[in-house]
């Protein structure tokens, strides 16, 4: 018997300054505002939080996320999508 194994696209995080963040392995952006963007990852969920934050570029396609604005914190999350945006609109 063969067991097929999903092999889920990667992410990475490269940060200038706290100012500019690029994300690759997006998958969709759940909610962004001047304070935090919530982000679906292949793997998880990503919070990042902080000041004036704004999407720069989006890209579907290319799995990008460029975000631009004082990065306080970042935040894997574990939640399922259910208790995810329980906290998220709590």
Same mark, same amino acid.
């Given at each position: 018997?063969?067991? $097929?194994?999903?092999? +889920?696209?990667?992410? !990475?995080?490269?940060? *200038? !300054?706290? %100012?500019?963040?690029? /994300?690759?392995?997006?998958? *969709? ?10 982000? +679906? ?5 990503m *919070? /990042?939080?902080? *000041? !004036?934050?704004?999407?720069? +570029? ?13 990065? =306080?914190?970042? $935040?894997?999350?574990?939640?399922? %999508?259910? =208790?995810?945006? +329980? $906290?998220?609109?709590?």
């Open positions: 018997m063969e067991t $097929k194994q999903t092999i +889920k696209p990667q992410h !990475n995080v490269t940060m *200038e !300054n706290r %100012s500019k963040t690029i /994300i690759t392995g997006v998958q *969709e952006v759940l909610s962004a505002t001047q304070g935090g963007v919530y982000i +679906k990852l292949y793997d998880g969920q *919070e /990042i939080s902080g *000041e !004036n934050l704004k999407v720069e +570029k989006l890209s579907p396609e290319e799995k990008l996320l460029i975000i631009s604005g004082l990065v =306080n914190s970042i $935040k894997y999350n574990t939640l399922s %999508s259910k =208790n995810f945006f +329980k $906290k998220l609109f709590k």
